[in-house]
Each structure stands twice: as C-alpha cells, then as structure tokens.
C-alpha cells in the first residue's frame, strides 16, 4: 500500500514549518536514513531523514511552500514491488493531519513533544514509533547516548514526536537503572506550561494613531512570533528578580592574552584563540559547580537540581536570536570552549543547528559588551532559573587600599526565577563568578 510521507516535528513546541527543498524526485529510489528534504523551522533550517524504504511517488507539496502544518501529507512512497503511478493516486491525506499537535499553551510539558502516531504501517519521517519491521525510530544523538550508556534503544519508551526516542529518554532511562524510560510526565516543566497569553493591542487600534503612508507593515516571521511568545510567557509566569556586580578584568585580560599568544598552531593557524565570552562561559559554568543550589529549574512538584552546567549563549542572527549551548562547560577546557562556540555560532547564523544543540541548557549568558552597552537586565529564558547579562569591559576609577587607579572593569547582573534561586543564593552564585573572572588562574586548575 502507499506510504505517506507527512510533515514532521523537529521541536518541542513546532506547530507549522517551511519545506525550502526537496533533495528527491518522483521516481528516485530512497532508503530509510537517506536525506530526502530541508525543512526551515523558526530557529533552524534541518535535513528530513526517511524511515521507510521505497520509490517517490509524489512530492505532494512543492518545494519553497511555507507554513506547511505537523502532520500533513507531503509525499507518497510506493513500497517495494508496488506500482508508483497506482500508489501516486491512491495515496491520502494521513489520518494523523486531523489530530493537530497540541499547543505550547495548552500542552503538559511532557506531551509537549508528542503527536499522534500516523496510521500506515509506521511510515513517518523523524517519528519514533515502530514499524511494520519493528525498527524502533530515534533521534542520532538519542542512539549515540543509549550505545555509550549500554542500553538497548528498543527498550526506551520515546516521548518525541510520534513516540520518538530523544535525549532525554535515554538520560532518563540511565537514570533509573534500567533500559525502560521513566514516564514522562517526570520531565521538567517549561514556559510550555504557561497560561495562555494575554492579547495584544490590534492592529487596528495601534496604525490609527499614525497617519496613512508614514510606515510600512513587515509580517512577523516564525522566529519572532517564537521570541514574542516565549518572552512573553517568562515574563508573566517567572517572578524576575536582579544582582549586579562590578568585576576587575585586569588579571583575566593579561591571563587571555598569554594563553593566546601560546597557542599551537595548526595547518598555519593557531590552533584556539580565546575571547573574553569564552572565559565568562567557563567561569560561570564553575561558579554553578561551586553554588549547585543555583544549578536548577523550577516545576510545580519538584526542584530540578541539574548535574553539570549547560550554558547557553545568546546569539544574534537576523530577525532574532538564538542560545546554542556548552554542554558540561564546567568540565571543558578554554581552549574547547572557544573552539566549540565558533562552531556553534557560524551555523547558528547560518540557521544549521540541530535542536539539541540549542534546547534545553541549565543556564544562560547574554554578553552585549562588545556594543558599547554599560549593563542591563536579561529575561530568563525557561527551564533556565538563571540568566547572566554581560556589559562592557571599560576603564574606571577605583580606590584600592586608599588610592584612585585606573582597572578595567565590566557590570555583570544575574537575573533569576525567584522561585528557584532566592537573592542569597544568587548573590552567591554571583560572588563565585567574581572570584573566577578576577582570579582566572582558578579556571585552568
């Protein structure tokens, strides 16, 4: 029987994407695993991997076609020995197009992900459910940590799309001893929980108070209606509170510029070349090991107390941001750090994330130093609790042991989820941060 192909999730909270392009044609022989197609979400733009083994029959919607709803048909495949031209007209809609993917507002954390199953043999792009050949589907980094942790991945119980296995069935199923994934109603909540959002002012209401011909109306992309949302989700369900803090940058400036200069070089180029972010990365990620009370995420039954320090770090890339994360920042090198951030930073602006790369994190750094601004106060982007905000490093008076020097100083301020961290806590946490910034040597032992 025909195999239709429907529009996957590649996120969490994905509602509709942009098919950019087709890498088949009608006729073309595909394998499960071959790329078939690009799909532009509002973070990223990410290649479609096929479950099913087949002939294209019909690319049912053209490639460039945007707002193409989860769950929608968007190819049919003729099975081995099956007649492509019978199975391009007896292919329909997937019974899964009815069933639309439960909202962010209205969704439990944990089903977030999950969409109904399609009902044709297992035949679905990115799903996880098992096929007529009993292939459990998942995600290559959910693979890659089940092989390492010694499980056996058709023994997860998936909570991504279409019952998916995803990273954080297999870290839960290590977590509990055994190879079945805990239920995932376990899953911290996140700004996925929130009540639903208050309107706006119309359009109407906001263009009458200009004159006709003095703007222009630019329709809100995918990214800035994410951005819009989530922003407005944290600031209505977290209750924000601020610590700034003044940090000397003298030592870590010299200490920057002596490990730079010692870098080897590699294939006629030094082989890492540090930033000061790249410092402000590793010093927070130690301070959150050295206060791990401050290492958490908040959800209405539990306190969320997270092992290692994955720090996000805002990224500009036109019409938006983005937070591609460190993993495990607090056990890497500088020299790792610096490297990894310049891989996830130019395919961030390329939009070539994976989601993994850029969901989840326990923490998070905006730096807008380098635009000249003094300090300012960052939103905290949930499950994170906490959010630091970088300003700019500049020359300042300051009275050491009775007498005005010149030091190059930066204002850093914490922003946190009060539910989570109290201001003695991030006080703490921000004091431990000081201590690496201005003792960097600290931060090579």
Not at 2 to 20: D, K, R, V, W, Y
Request: aromatic share 2%.
């Amino acid at each position: 029987m025909p195999i239709n192909i429907t529009m996957p999730a590649l996120s969490p909270t994905m509602e509709e994407g942009n098919l950019s392009k087709w890498l088949v044609k009608e006729g073309d022989k595909v394998s499960s695993g071959d790329v078939i197609a690009e799909i532009e979400t509002d973070k990223a733009t990410m290649e479609v991997e096929a479950v099913d083994e087949g002939t294209v029959a019909k690319l049912v919607v053209p490639a460039g076609t945007e707002g193409v709803k989860v769950n929608a048909l968007i190819a049919i495949l003729a099975a081995d020995g099956e007649d492509v031209a019978a199975a391009a007209s007896g292919g329909g809609a997937a019974p899964a197009a009815k069933a639309e993917t439960p909202k962010a507002e209205a969704a439990p954390p944990a089903k977030a992900e999950a969409s109904p199953a399609v009902a044709n043999g297992g035949a679905i792009i990115g799903g996880a459910s098992t096929g007529s050949d009993n292939r459990t589907f998942s995600s290559p980094l959910a693979r890659r940590l089940a092989k390492d942790a010694g499980i056996d991945i058709s023994a997860v119980s998936g909570t991504g799309p279409h019952g998916r296995v995803v990273k954080k069935d297999v870290e839960t199923a290590v977590a509990g001893g055994g190879a079945k994934a805990a239920p995932a109603a376990a899953a911290p909540a996140t700004a996925a929980a929130a009540a639903p959002l208050a309107k706006g002012a119309s359009e109407e209401a906001v263009l009458k108070n200009f004159a006709d011909g003095s703007y222009e109306l630019v329709p809100h992309d995918g990214m800035r209606k994410t951005i819009a949302k989530r922003l407005q989700e944290s600031k209505q369900t977290i209750p924000h509170f601020y610590v700034s803090v003044d940090c000397e940058l003298d030592a870590l400036l010299a200490l920057r510029a002596q490990l730079n200069a010692a870098s080897p070089e590699r294939d006629g180029k030094p082989a890492y070349k540090l930033s000061v972010n790249d410092m402000v990365i590793k010093a927070l990620a130690l301070a959150l090991r050295d206060v791990p009370d401050a290492n958490v995420s908040w959800t209405d039954a539990n306190m969320v107390k997270h092992k290692h320090a994955d720090v996000g770090v805002a990224v500009s890339i036109p019409g938006g941001l983005i937070t591609p994360i460190i993993r495990s920042a607090e056990l890497k090198s500088l020299s790792a750090i610096s490297n990894e951030m310049k891989d996830l930073g130019a395919r961030a602006k390329s939009r070539k994330l994976k989601p993994e790369e850029y969901q989840g994190g326990t923490t998070a750094v905006s730096n807008m130093g380098m635009m000249g601004v003094k300090n300012f106060a960052a939103v905290v982007n949930p499950p994170h609790a906490t959010i630091l905000a970088i300003g700019a490093g500049e020359e300042r008076v300051v009275v050491k042991k009775g007498q005005m020097v010149v030091a190059n100083v930066m204002t850093v301020t914490l922003s946190t989820d009060h539910r989570a961290v109290d201001g003695a806590l991030g006080a703490e946490l921000l004091g431990a941060f000081k201590r690496y910034i201005e003792n960097p040597m600290g931060m090579l032992v």
